[in-house]
Structure formats: structure tokens, C-alpha cells
């Protein structure tokens, strides 16, 4: 019998499996039985702190067991979790603090570069409401430590928490999670826990995860891909996981041979990274058995490289989106170049389609927008319904954005983006956020910025800068590395003294990659 709530689902499995190990983070084990008390004890320090249900935490860390706790617990008493990305600056990070309320903020200072102190002040003169702040980071001793925290936590009589996890049901929120949108204003997507639930147990069917397995979690855990695509299948499936704050190869290739990973998911430049490793060969990696990529356009010769040369059993190609999780993906009898080709069937007990302009269903390999249906689909946008309204139909499709078709045999392809989104190794890069930024600095009168190919990230920004003085193309760069996350920096700056327009006099973005192409800027992107 499935759970009520994500937190109850993975108690459910702690007590099946108490002794097996859950997390295992740079060495250190935490079990399942173990797992289920700190649970418990985060859920506590959250009453403790008032937070309860209906409230807003964020938590802006690496990959981390202390990141999955922090999240359980926190949904434990009815919270919902706001993820901020880790590469984001101060700035990115206030808006969805702000947006949603958030009552406690858990965070890892100096990591990439991270202060939350700031951050926090910042949230609390916007919205005029107290902020906790816990650093992961600080010594156990001081105040705003984990450790204190969690203390505090000691005062809260363990019913008390156990009715306020017993209050958590499956419409209730489980996450809001932050997707730029082309208007340039980020949009956050509502999760309950019913639907993450039964799309879990789907993906662990689908995938034929086991707890046998070994889960790597590279994928960052503010993302869905290392979030409802990690750590949650991998603990619902009572597997062990071991997160990865950050990746380097060596290091992950050591930790695959020495813990002997069979489950390792990831976006196709991650294997392009180990496939090229000088030291491959050196570890014995035979134990890989199966992989999730997606995120980018994927070649042929990579996918039959991770079956022949790191050794997984079997690849799959997936295709999804934050606001309705994965919507397809290939299944188990299907060969590498269907696997690279298309992003496979629609996944168990969900619709998908391909619609014209005007919403009708288009015929067997006609392009059109690809249109997703089912319980997964988002229940909408957090507090934005015109952005919702705009997103899903009447009839309950959610439009994609991409542009796609589909074969006789129900197989997907992804032809492009109706939108103007880009993927620059695994993020979602929307120009109109990027140009926004831009638009600070005082040389840039007005910037247009499009996704270019790239053969190491898939994707990368490039932006048509019309300058108010001169400016080095360098010097833009680097000021962008300093105000924005370091994936939506566009790496090609070129100078234009205006910019080409459609009939309606808006800036053709089509007319601008044609001059990329012809500038020989980026690789071809398909």
C-alpha cells in the first residue's frame, strides 16, 4: 500500500529495510533505520522553529545526505520545499524566496560561492516577515548551525510530530520548483505529493530499479532530474544513494568501482566527460548496469559507446519537462539509435500528442508542438494563474513549447523549441531572462541572445549586443560571469548596430542564428 506523502513513503520502506544502508555521503553511512530517525528529528526541529503545514522552506546546497533530510523533514510536518539553484548569485535567489513566502532557509555558505546572510536580509525587507537561516556550514556550535537547529528540535514531543505527518496527504504541496519563463519572469511549479508518488513507483517499474541498486546522483538535487528523478525512485526503491556534490571524473569513477554503482543517470556531457577520461580504463566499472540521459540532443555513437565501453546493460532516453516530470521515454527492447533518435513512447498512464496551431492533433510524422495529459501534469503555476491559464488548456493538455512528431509506432522526437529556450549542459537557459540581465549593464543599449550548438555542453548563449560605447566582448562576458549562474553566461558576444526585425518589428530570432550561421558561430543545432 503506497503512502500518503513522499516522507511517509520513505518511512515506510525504513521500516521494511532498517538496517540497509540508505546514504551514503563521502563515506558516510547513514541506514535506513537511522534515516527514519533523523527524519523525525528534522521534522521536530521545524515545529520548533514554526514551521508547519502549508509553510515554505528553501534550500540553496549541494548534493548532500543532509539535503535529503533537510527536505523530509520538512515536508514531514506539511512544508513545501523551494530549491534554489546553487549557481545562481544573490540576486536570482531572492525572487523565489519571495514569490513564495519561504519561513526558513537552509543553506551551505561559501560553497560556489554562496552567502546567504545577504539573501536573507534581503527576503525579509521584501516581504517583511522573519527568516530562519541554518547553515550546513557552520561550526555545531554556534547558533545558526545545523546541529543547534536540529537540538532545538529535542523540545517537540514526538506525537506532536507524528500527527503533523499523519496531516499530510496526497493533494497537499510537496515542492515548488523554479522554471524560467520566456517572459523572463521565473515561474514556479507546483508539486503534490500524490501525483510525485505514483510517477515514482511508475519510473521504478519502467526502469526496473530494485533495492539492489546503487544509485550515483550527480544531477543536482534542486533539479527535478537529480530530485524526482534521483534520490526520491532511489529511496522509495529502498536502493542505496550516493549523492555527489560535485562532479569530477575521477572521482566518480572511483566511487563507481569501489561501491560497485549499478544506477547512474546524467545529461549526455557527463558521459562525454568519462568517455574521454585518460584514466578510464584504470577502473573497473563493470558493475554499471543502467543509465537515464536526456536534457540535450544525443548521438548515436555516444549511447553505443555507454553500452560498449562503460558497460551499461541498458540506456534510456527520456523526455520531460519540471512541469510534468518525465512524459516519455524508451523502453527496455529498444536499440541504440532509437534510443538516440527519439525520446521514446509516452511513460505509463499519461497522454501525450502532437497539435497544430490550433490545438487539433496533427497526422503520423507531421511536426507540431508536443502537448502533454495526465495526472503528472502540474496543477499550476504558484500563484500566477494567467501564466497557468496560458500553459494548460481547457482540455487539460499542457503545451510543451517543443516542437516534435511522432511515428507510427508511438516514438517521439524532439525537432526543436517553439520557444526561444536553449540547454546548455542539462539547465534550461531562457534568452528573455538572460537579455533582462543584459540589459543592466550601462554599456548595452539592447541585447538579443539565442542558443548555439556546442559539441561539449550541447548548447550554449550567444548574444547580439547593440552597445550604448564600446565595449570588448570579453569584458561583457566577464561582467556576466560576476551578476549571473555561470550556464546562462552567454560564451559568444558579437557587436551589431541593430538588429534584424520580423513584419511585426520584433527582433527575428530566426534571421539572428542564420547570422551565426554564416559567422561560423557554434555548431549546427538540430
Not at 502549508?54 to 548532500?64: T, V
Not at 517537540?156 to 496526497?170: N, Q, T
Not at 562503460?310 to 519537462?321: N, P, S, T, W
Not at 527492447?333 to 496551431?357: F, I, P, W
Amino acid at each position: 500500500m503506497r503512502a500518503r506523502s513522499i516522507p511517509a513513503q520513505v518511512l515506510a520502506t525504513a521500516a521494511e529495510r532498517p538496517e540497509a544502508s540508505a546514504l551514503v555521503d563521502d563515506g558516510v553511512i547513514t541506514t535506513y533505520g537511522q534515516l527514519a530517525g533523523d527524519i523525525e528529528a528534522v521534522g521536530k526541529a521545524m515545529l520548533a522553529a514554526g514551521v508547519g503545514h502549508g509553510d515554505r522552506i528553501s534550500i540553496w546546497a549541494p548534493n548532500s545526505a543532509r539535503w535529503v533530510i533537510a527536505v523530509l523533514g520538512a515536508q514531514s510536518v506539511g512544508a513545501a520545499m523551494v530549491p534554489i539553484n546553487t549557481r545562481y548569485k544573490a540576486q536570482e535567489a531572492i525572487y523565489p524566496m519571495v514569490r513564495t513566502g519561504v519561513r526558513l532557509l537552509v543553506a551551505a555558505g561559501g560553497f560556489m560561492g554562496i552567502d546567504a546572510r545577504p539573501v536573507v536580509a534581503q527576503v525579509e525587507a521584501e516581504t517583511g516577515e522573519a527568516v530562519r537561516l541554518v547553515d550546513l556550514s557552520a561550526e555545531p556550535a554556534s547558533e545558526g548551525s545545523w546541529a543547534a537547529f536540529v537540538g532545538a528540535g529535542e523540545s517537540v514531543d514526538a506525537e506532536r510530530w507524528r500527527e503533523a505527518l499523519d496531516a499530510v496527504g496526497p493533494e497537499d504541496l510537496s515542492d515548488v520548483m523554479f522554471t524560467s519563463g520566456t517572459t523572463g519572469r521565473p515561474k514556479g511549479v507546483r508539486h503534490r505529493h500524490g501525483p510525485t508518488i505514483r510517477q515514482t513507483f511508475n519510473s521504478i517499474e519502467e526502469n526496473g530499479m530494485s533495492d539492489r541498486d546503487r544509485f550515483l546522483i550527480v544531477n543536482p538535487f534542486f533539479h527535478v532530474f537529480g530530485y524526482t528523478g534521483g534520490w526520491v525512485p532511489g529511496l522509495f526503491a529502498g536502493a542505496t544513494v550516493y549523492p555527489q556534490a560535485v562532479f569530477d571524473v575521477a572521482r566518480v569513477l572511483e566511487v563507481i568501482a569501489a561501491e560497485r554503482i549499478t544506477y547512474f543517470p546524467g545529461p549526455p556531457t557527463i558521459f562525454h566527460s568519462i568517455l574521454e577520461h585518460e584514466g578510464l580504463g584504470d577502473f573497473d566499472i563493470s558493475s554499471l548496469r543502467a543509465s537515464l540521459t536526456g536534457s540535450a540532443d544525443v548521438p548515436v555513437d555516444l549511447i553505443q559507446a555507454m553500452l560498449d565501453r562503460l558497460g551499461f546493460e541498458r540506456v534510456i532516453q527520456a523526455y520531460g519537462m519540471t512541469e510534468c516530470g518525465t512524459a516519455t521515454n524508451t523502453i527496455a527492447a529498444d536499440d541504440a539509435t532509437t534510443v538516440a533518435t527519439t525520446v521514446g513512447v509516452a511513460s505509463k498512464d499519461l497522454e501525450v500528442r502532437v497539435v497544430d496551431q490550433e490545438n487539433r492533433p496533427v497526422a503520423t510524422g507531421e511536426p507540431g508542438e508536443i502537448v502533454v495529459r495526465g495526472y503528472a501534469v502540474m496543477d499550476g503555476y504558484f500563484d500566477d494563474e494567467e501564466a497557468t491559464a496560458a500553459t494548460i488548456d481547457d482540455q487539460g493538455w499542457l503545451h510543451t513549447g517543443d516542437r516534435g512528431q511522432a511515428n507510427a509506432d508511438g516514438y517521439f522526437q524532439i525537432l526543436g523549441r517553439i520557444k526561444d529556450m536553449y540547454i546548455v549542459g542539462g539547465f534550461n537557459v531562457y534568452p528573455a531572462e538572460v537579455e533582462d540581465m543584459l540589459r543592466d549593464h550601462p554599456d548595452v543599449e539592447d541585447v538579443a541572445v539565442i542558443g548555439v550548438g556546442d559539441e561539449r555542453l550541447g548548447e550554449v548563449g550567444c548574444a547580439f549586443v547593440v552597445a550604448r560605447r564600446p565595449i570588448e566582448p570579453a569584458e561583457l562576458i566577464a561582467w556576466s560571469r560576476e551578476t549571473m549562474a555561470n550556464f546562462k553566461v552567454p560564451r559568444h558576444v558579437e557587436l551589431v548596430e541593430s538588429f534584424p526585425l520580423t513584419a511585426s518589428n520584433k527582433v527575428s530570432k530566426v534571421d539572428l542564428r542564420e547570422m551565426a550561421d554564416r559567422m561560423g558561430i557554434g555548431q549546427p543545432v538540430t
